[in-house]
């Protein structure tokens, strides 16, 4: 009777220890999903969050790549345009000199006393130009004036004002190299460097902090010698620039 009561009461537990055992498993499952969702999520956010790094820094990339290239776009310009100028320099020099070292028109003709002045001018003119190569800018300036002044009839007289006023500017006598550079475009408005002439003026005055007159100056060039580079350069630069203040 016994054995009997106790095998009743073992088969009346058994299902209250299995709805426990079940329990716990299926705790432990929840717990573990819990855990894989988690870290799913966390492994989710850290792939976002270096999608969106990766996407600041590829953007950071493009906007320097256009910045330098922009500046290399800059730099090839200015290169291209000092190329340009020393082309011209070295063409101008040879021009001129080949000028004054032709042969007089009457061959049997003697020559006049002038002729030795003549050769002096030429000699004035070398003396400056050297300077300017040498890239002595100062002592250039000042005999490129001294030219001006000793031979005010000389067909170099262009040239020497030109180059008077390019090697003031290199000096930072922004003054003198404005004034040069604004006789030599007045005077000789149908020379090649007269639109150069009006851009470095402009330049010059701006670094003397003359804006509104520079402004004036590039409208000029613009109205001038509108198919001009230089005068193209002056259009664009006043597209961009601030209304003149009155």
């Not at 209250?16 to 894989?36: N, S, V």
């Not at 063409?91 to 080949?98: F, G, P, T």
């Not at 000029?220 to 203040?245: F, V």
Request: no cysteine; hydrophobic share 40%; net charge positive.
């Amino acid at each position: 009777m016994r054995y009997a009561l106790t095998l009743a009461l073992l088969l009346l537990t058994m299902p209250a220890y299995a709805g426990l055992f079940d329990d716990d498993l299926a705790r432990q499952r929840i717990e573990q999903l819990r855990t894989d969702v988690n870290a799913l999520t966390q492994r989710t956010e850290t792939i976002n969050k270096n999608q969106i790094d990766f996407a600041n820094q590829l953007e950071s990339i493009r906007t320097d790549l256009a910045k330098l290239r922009g500046q290399q776009e800059v730099m090839s310009h200015d290169l291209d345009a000092a190329q340009k100028r020393q082309k011209d320099f070295y063409i101008d020099l040879d021009n001129r000199l080949r000028k004054l070292e032709s042969p007089p028109a009457e061959a049997g003709t003697p020559a006049p006393p002038a002729k030795v002045d003549s050769a002096k001018e030429t000699r004035d003119y070398e003396t400056a130009l050297n300077l300017l190569k040498a890239s002595k800018f100062k002592e250039a300036g000042a005999s490129f004036l001294a030219f001006s002044e000793a031979w005010p009839n000389s067909t170099l007289l262009d040239s020497a004002t030109y180059w008077g006023a390019y090697a003031h500017a290199q000096a930072k006598n922004h003054k003198q190299a404005a004034a040069l550079f604004e006789k030599f475009a007045a005077t000789w408005p149908q020379d090649e460097r007269a639109p150069d002439a009006l851009e470095a003026q402009a330049d010059n005055l701006k670094a003397l902090k003359a804006t509104n007159a520079a402004r004036d100056v590039l409208l000029k060039l613009s109205e001038k010698y509108p198919a001009s580079d230089a005068g193209k350069r002056a259009k664009q630069s006043l597209k961009s620039a601030p209304t003149k203040k009155k």
